[in-house]
């Protein structure tokens, strides 16, 4: 660059040289000879031939070294502008140019700065923005994945990235990354005929379903947005199953009534023992279906989001006496024994009604089941019992936070594959013999619903031919500091 700066100066100046050397000679030294000198035409020759070849020279070295000088800044300043110009290209986009004199160069380099300055603010807009989706993509339910025209991973967001692991990288086909058939047909489809597509997939994470809907980009790629609907797949399929139980489980004692009554009406010279021993029929499964609806309604109430407790603080000891006086009668017509195995006096939030509810239908699920083992228990006892001195002692965190409550029989108990299983609605572990006793398989099932709203949690513990053992727990109330903690 400099050395054609320096040619193209030097050229001009040897220019300018030969023009004013060509000047001297046919114009000034004549002039000078005839006019002011007065020497003859032909003579002029000698006249001033050394001056005007010393004056060449002169003039030449001066032009030499202009053209050097001149040359030499014009070039450094270019190979700045280049440098800046490389850096913009490389992304470095906050370069400048240093502030010079003010020359010819002075204001294309201010230019070049100010488009400089608004091509790094129109990078930085589009980087918030990028940022921003990003945010606003990885914060979605949906797993997201964007797909170029050859089948590769563009862009991907975290809930897609926690589905498929470490398998989707971005420039990686998609087909190695994902191996699941119903995806990767939609987005070949999608990539093919530029339409939208939807599908379902059960296979790219197990027990989990999406519905998967891909459309074309404009670039030419393709983008799959996937939405789990497992739970929405479970809820359906517990309702069909709930409405089937609950047809099937009206079926039945109307079915008997109908039969009955049709006898009855058909055969109206039947003797009065066998009218009778119908109606009694009759009766028993009218009654049947009447705690089937009285049972629905509970279970429908405590699942509402409108279902509200009186919380108050109680003592445990209070609950568990309460239930088993309240239950007594029951318990002595049955020939089982029921016993209080002991219950603190801590005291616990607690609605009165709705644990009368969880107590009865836990005893009578006991008396149903346990009545083989001719007693039943019910008690409490704090989680970790500590006395007054480790209380104090203690960190907050160690201090008993709850109270468990436990009905426990002693029939054949459960067993243990069906434990997780016994508070679903109309789970059975003897379906012929929980009919044949009247269950509606509904009470643990609105136990756990109501001791879940108190905050607490609930679960079984059976071994078979050892009985079975329900437990549930409550939050402790609050208490004031200066009081010692109750029931110790």
């Known amino acids: 660059m400099k050395s054609k700066i320096f040619i193209r100066l030097l050229g001009l100046f040897l220019l300018l040289l030969v023009f004013q050397a060509a000047a001297m000679e046919f114009v000034v030294v004549p002039f000078i000879a005839r006019k002011v000198l007065e020497i ?9 031939g050394h001056e005007t070849l010393w004056s060449g020279l002169i003039a030449l070295a001066v032009a030499l070294t202009l053209a050097i000088w001149v040359a030499s800044g014009a070039s450094a300043r270019l190979e700045r502008v280049i440098a800046f110009a490389r850096k913009m290209a490389a992304g470095e986009l906050s370069a400048r140019l240093a502030d010079t004199e003010e020359d010819v160069f002075s204001v294309p380099e201010a230019a070049l700065n100010k488009a400089a300055e608004r091509l790094e603010q129109s990078f930085a807009e589009l980087e918030s923005r990028r940022q921003e989706l990003a945010a606003m993509l990885d914060s979605m339910q949906e797993a997201v994945v964007a797909i170029t025209p050859d089948g590769l991973v563009h862009w991907s967001n975290a809930v897609m990235q926690r589905i498929a692991g470490t398998q989707i990288r971005v420039g990686r086909p998609l087909s190695h990354s994902v191996r699941d058939p119903e995806l ?25 379903i999406f519905e998967i809907n891909a459309v074309p980009m404009p670039s030419g790629g393709a983008l799959a947005v996937l939405h789990d609907v497992t739970r929405i797949e479970a809820a359906e399929r517990s309702r069909r199953e709930f409405i089937a139980n609950v047809s099937h489980e009206l079926r039945t004692p109307l079915t008997s009534i109908q039969g009955y009554v049709e006898t009855l009406i058909e055969d109206q010279h039947s003797s009065k023992q066998t009218t009778l021993e119908f109606l009694g029929i009759i009766l028993k499964n009218a009654s049947r279906m009447n705690r089937i609806t009285e049972d629905l309604l509970a279970l429908a109430g405590v699942e509402s989001p409108d279902y ?3 919380l108050r603080p109680t003592p445990a000891s209070g609950l568990v006496r309460d239930a088993i ?11 089982v024994a029921l016993e209080f195995v002991g219950a603190p006096d801590t005291l616990v939030l607690a609605d009165g009604d709705a644990m009368n509810q969880v107590f009865g239908n836990l005893i009578e699920n006991a008396l149903r089941y346990g009545r083989a083992g001719k007693r039943i228990c019910v008690g409490a006892q704090l989680v970790k019992p500590l006395t007054a001195r480790q209380a104090r002692s203690q960190s907050a965190s160690e201090v008993p936070s709850e109270v468990r409550f436990t009905v426990q029989d002693f029939g054949p108990g459960i067993a243990s594959d069906q434990l997780d299983r016994i508070f679903e609605r109309f789970y059975r572990v003897d379906k012929a013999r929980s009919r044949e006793s009247g269950g509606t398989g509904l009470g643990l099932a609105i136990v756990k619903h109501i001791v879940l709203a108190h905050g607490g949690r609930v679960w079984a513990e059976s071994e078979l031919g050892s009985g079975a053992a329900f437990h549930f727990t409550l939050p402790l109330a609050p ?10």
């Open 184 to 208: 990767l047909e939609c987005v070949r489809a999608v990539l093919e005929k530029r339409e939208v597509q939807s599908g379902r997939s059960s296979l790219l994470a197990p027990g989990r």
């Open 325 to 335: 006086e309240s239950l007594g009668g029951v318990v002595v017509d049955s020939e």
């Open 40 to 48: 003859p035409p032909g003579k002029t020759d000698l006249f001033l």
């Open 479 to 488: 208490v004031s500091p200066q009081a010692p903690p109750s029931g110790v």
């Open 308 to 310: 509200k407790l009186t």
